[in-house]
């Protein structure tokens, strides 16, 4: 543990001294590892663990920071060049409406319609898409029987089913919800023909000669042989059910963050704006790691398989 | 001790055609063919002969188009436990743990999570795969796997074993390994094992009769029985015994393997000659 950093930093000179520490932990497991290398080689391995870990962190920073670099610039200076930043509140605005909006209860409100929309339309969007993919990957004439539909459908987007939900649905609750599931069933239920379409068939037959009957083969062998495609489809559907619910709630909706987003609009309420494009990014991003997390979780075996996970 | 007389395999004027019209293929024609209780029979013959398409039958895969085949006097209608199938390919399921693959088929069967357990620690065991239980198939090299795919195939205490060049895709060191470790399985549970292989050491080594077969459409050549002792060693594989059946053998597959190219040059096309490597045999799915 003490030698280590000495060597890491004449070994990593790019690395800026704030960075180092923060990858320290990292590196750390490795030090007492009982080992035949030469105690040289060791220090080498983890100063090149350091140095790559605290490189991924730089670029990070960079990357982010150059767009707050770049939003700061732009509206300190109300830079006008085609676009124009006249009107766009500074990042010190943002924050000053967020510590204000986070400390009265309607915010929340508005996240909790949004979150409670979408993991409804989505729920929905695997108990349907996630069987009949199967149904529809499996048997022939399922897929003669529905395919057809489903092309027609796949290619109007959910934003446009809008006016049609509003007609179909008795409350704006219950289409918003609709067109959130319209928008995240195509993906799962295409991804989900895929994972059987792809599956290795010797599987399909190992399973039916170890005496399983069919019910138990869809349960058994097809459904986890697909399960990497499903979640790939997840991954995808919970983009395109964010896209769509976003949409439904500015033009129909009573609460939730795009409601809130476009009613800062109306309202003239600029830092509002922005705060409610950061919810709603950082709302997707906690969707689309939870739904990560849940794949790693589910398929333990992936962590070995070849070209799988990295 | 009836357990001894189970196992037998019949095949009577099987025939197999696959497609209609043009694309038409006899893939078989006439096959008789029989494996006894507890025997180890190969089938060998030039690739694209119709071997893939036998074993599909017996496994249930594949429907004979015209004669039939009974295991035990009963007719093979579909896929079943009864009879253990060991694939070419890695047929291992990915997403559970090696003590999980082989439990599959008693799960199946109903067989309770205690006692399946057991079995298959005991069955692991016999095959020094213990310690390998709780892997998953992506974590283990090809000669575990297909050992795995073995014991796994055995778990459900099938009548007969079929296995469709089930070392094809091994190195010759852990080849070798692999039959005698089929071998030892082989004798203690007394089962019958259809076998294929393009390898001729390898069925001489492992069998006790070979069936050898004529290039498409497939028919039995030659029906050879191999007189050498049990248990094998690795040492008979240098006696003249041995290595006079081989050289026949060889022969016999040489000049079908030359007259299926023969054909073939006619018919305006050579595919997939001598080695193996013709399609899966998956006919008619059942
Ligand atoms: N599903 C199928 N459809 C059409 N032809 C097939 C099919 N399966 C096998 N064949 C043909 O039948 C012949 C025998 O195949 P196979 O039993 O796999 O031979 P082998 O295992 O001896 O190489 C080959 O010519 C092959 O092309
Ligand atoms: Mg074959």
Redesign the pocket.
Same mark, same amino acid.
């Given at each position: 543990m003490q030698p280590a950093p000495i060597y890491l930093i004449d070994k990593a000179p790019p690395t800026p001294p704030e960075k180092a520490p923060r990858s320290q932990p990292e590196a750390a497991p490795a030090a007492p590892q009982p080992t035949v290398r030469p105690p040289s080689a060791l220090l080498q391995s983890i100063a090149d663990l350091a140095q790559r870990k605290a490189l991924t962190m730089l670029l990070g920073v960079i990357s982010v920071g150059s767009l707050f670099l770049f939003w700061y610039v732009g509206t300190r200076y109300q830079l006008e060049f085609y676009i124009r930043f006249k009107n766009i509140p500074t990042p010190w605005a943002v924050y000053e409406e967020a510590v204000k909006v986070l400390a009265s209860g309607d915010f929340y409100v508005n996240v909790a319609y949004s979150l409670r929309r979408i993991l409804s339309g989505f729920l929905i969007a695997i108990l349907i898409g996630a069987p009949l993919g199967l149904l529809i990957g499996q048997y022939r004439r399922v897929r003669e029987m529905f395919m057809p539909a489903v092309e027609i459908l796949r290619p109007i987007p959910a934003i446009a089913w809008v006016p049609m939900a509003i007609m179909l649905w008795p409350t704006s609750e219950a289409s918003i919800v609709f067109i959130t599931f319209i928008g995240a069933f195509f993906p799962i239920l295409l991804n989900t023909v895929h994972g059987v379409h792809s599956m290795d068939g010797v599987l399909l037959r190992a399973g039916k000669c170890l005496g399983a009957s069919e019910p138990r083969l869809f349960w058994h062998v097809i459904l986890p042989a697909s399960l990497p495609q499903i979640f790939t489809g997840l991954t995808v559907g919970m983009g395109v059910a964010w896209v769509s619910l976003i949409a439904a709630e500015m033009i129909s909706g009573q609460y939730g963050v795009g409601y809130y987003t476009w009613e800062a609009y109306s309202l003239v309420n600029y830092p509002a704006i922005v705060l409610g494009m950061i919810t709603i990014g950082v709302l997707g991003l906690i969707c689309s790691g939870a739904i990560r997390l849940a794949g790693v979780i589910v398929m333990p075996w992936l962590a070995f398989a070849p070209g799988g996970r990295k | 001790m009836s357990e001894l007389n189970r196992g037998l395999i019949e095949a009577r004027d099987i025939g197999?055609v696959?497609?209609s019209g043009s @694309?038409k293929?006899q @893939?078989?024609r006439n096959v008789d063919l029989t494996v006894q209780p507890g025997e180890f029979v190969s089938?060998i013959? !030039?690739?694209?002969? *119709?071997? &893939? &398409?036998?074993?599909?039958i017996a496994a249930g895969f594949?429907r004979p188009t015209s004669g039939a085949l009974t295991v035990d006097g009963v007719p093979v209608t579909g896929p079943g436990s009864d009879r253990g199938v060991v694939f070419q390919q890695y047929s291992l399921f990915p997403w559970l743990s090696v003590r999980k693959n082989v439990e599959f088929g008693l799960r199946m069967a109903g067989v309770a999570k205690s006692q399946r357990e057991s079995s298959a620690r005991t069955l692991l065991g016999l095959a020094g795969l213990l310690a390998f239980e709780n892997h998953y198939p992506d974590q283990l090299s090809g000669g575990m796997k297909q050992r795995i795919g073995i014991v796994r195939a055995l778990a459900t205490s099938p009548q007969v074993l079929l296995m469709?060049?089930p070392f094809g895709a091994l190195d010759t060191q852990t080849r070798t390994v692999m039959q005698e470790i089929l071998t030892n399985m082989w004798q203690r549970f007394r089962i019958s094992v259809l076998f294929?292989t393009?390898d001729i050491d390898e069925s001489v080594f492992l069998s006790d009769r070979i069936y050898v077969?004529t290039s498409? !459409? *497939?028919r039995i050549k030659a029906e050879i029985t191999v007189p050498l002792p049990r248990p094998r060693t690795a040492a008979m594989t240098q006696t003249p015994a041995f290595v006079d059946l081989v050289n026949r053998l060889k022969t016999l597959i040489r000049e079908e393997s030359l007259s299926a190219m023969g054909s073939e040059l006619q018919s305006g096309g050579v &595919?997939?000659f001598g080695i193996?490597?013709?399609?899966?045999?998956?006919?008619?799915l059942i």
């Open positions: - | 197999v696959f497609g @694309a293929v @893939a078989v089938l013959g !030039p690739s694209g002969c *119709g071997k &893939s &398409s036998l074993l599909n594949v469709d060049e294929i393009h077969m498409r !459409p *497939g &595919s997939g193996d490597v013709g399609p899966e045999g998956v006919g008619k």
